[in-house]
């Protein structure tokens, strides 16, 4: 499996463990877990902004209370 390199201070390092630690998870499962969320969270952003005008031309028509 692939694998990634970060550069963390030890203060980083230490508060990312106590993190982790509270979570319940290690901290390469956090780890894994923040960067993939912030992936798909940028894409759902993306997508939400490319479908916005989309929806407001579908519901243009309708009385603006309903819009």
Do not use: C, W
């Amino acid at each position: 499996m692939p694998k990634i390199s970060v550069d963390l201070s030890q203060e980083e390092l230490d508060r990312l463990n106590q993190y982790a630690r509270t979570k319940g998870v290690s901290t390469r499962s956090l780890a894994h877990s923040v960067l993939v969320a912030e992936v798909d969270r940028a894409a759902f952003i993306t997508a939400a902004r490319d479908a916005y005008p989309v929806a407001l031309a579908a519901v243009q028509d309708a009385p603006e209370g309903l819009r």
